[in-house]
T-cell receptor, first 115, second 112 residues
Framework: GAGVSQSPSNKVTEKGKDVELRCDPISGHTALYWYRQSLGQGLEFLIYFQGNSAPDKSGLPSDRFSAERTGGSVSTLTIQRTQQEDSAVYLC?????????????FGNGTRLTVT | GNSVTQMEGPVTLSEEAFLTINCTYTATGYPSLFWYVQYPGEGLQLLLKATKADDKGSNKGFEATYRKETTSFHLEKGSVQVSDSAVYFCALSVAANSKLTFGKGITLSVRP
């Protein structure tokens, strides 16, 4: 009965390094989302996966960002050549179906700090 | 495009005070509307929702009414508690992919 699990909870990395953030959604949830939460900027949509459909990547801020979802379950968000402006809390969420009124269940996030 | 505008914060209230947090939206299409809450040290969680005009969402003493004519979804509570201290986000989604568009959030602090 676990919720959405994200790892690591905190990540400090040097500018220019690559990082991978992991998300384990709730079992059986077909939709998975990544958001970024920056101080004073609210929640910024990054990418959305729904079943076997092509992901909606419209929110990814640059080509340094990419995400995969393997086997319709676990997802990995990869940031290459990190920059200081990438510092934020990265949130993953899942929902039971891709309907407009299905609530999202969020993980506790990964706090990324780029030094 | 779709957007959500929340009133500027932070908001500080005394316990048992009345709370209103304003939220207005613009949307292409007919949105569903949500309030999410983030308690200190916890992940975001759904507080309440409304899916059509004039619907009222309610939970934990909070209420919000979907007003299509004013494109608003203001959050209210008659008597706040210290435990309501959190960050509150208004959000909308349109169409089948349920991608949520969030406002910037507002921090509520309730004093004993």
């Amino acid at each position: 009965g676990a919720g959405v699990s994200q790892s690591p909870s905190n990540k400090v990395t040097e500018k220019g390094k690559d990082v991978e953030l992991r998300c384990d959604p709730i079992s059986g949830h077909t939709a998975l989302y990544w958001y970024r939460q920056s101080l004073g900027q609210g929640l910024e949509f990054l990418i959305y996966f729904q079943g076997n459909s092509a992901p909606d990547k419209s929110g990814l801020p640059s080509d340094r960002f990419s995400a995969e979802r393997t086997g319709g379950s676990v997802s990995t968000l990869t940031i290459q050549r990190t920059q200081q402006e990438d510092s934020a809390v990265y949130l993953c969420a899942s929902s039971a179906a891709g309907q407009s009124n299905s609530p999202l269940h969020f993980g506790n996030g990964t706090r990324l700090t780029v030094t | 495009g779709n957007s959500v505008t929340q009133m500027e914060g932070p908001v500080t209230l005394s316990e048992e005070a009345f709370l209103t947090i304003n939220c207005t939206y613009t949307a292409t299409g007919y949105p569903s509307l949500f309030w999410y809450v983030q308690y200190p040290g916890e992940g975001l969680q759904l507080l309440l929702k409304a899916t059509k005009a004039d619907d009222k969402g309610s939970n934990k003493g909070f209420e919000a009414t979907y007003r299509k004519e004013t494109t608003s979804f203001h959050l209210e509570k008659g008597s706040v508690q210290v435990s309501d201290s959190a960050v509150y986000f208004c959000a909308l989604s349109v169409a089948a992919n349920s991608k949520l568009t969030f406002g910037k959030g507002i921090t509520l602090s309730v004093r004993p």
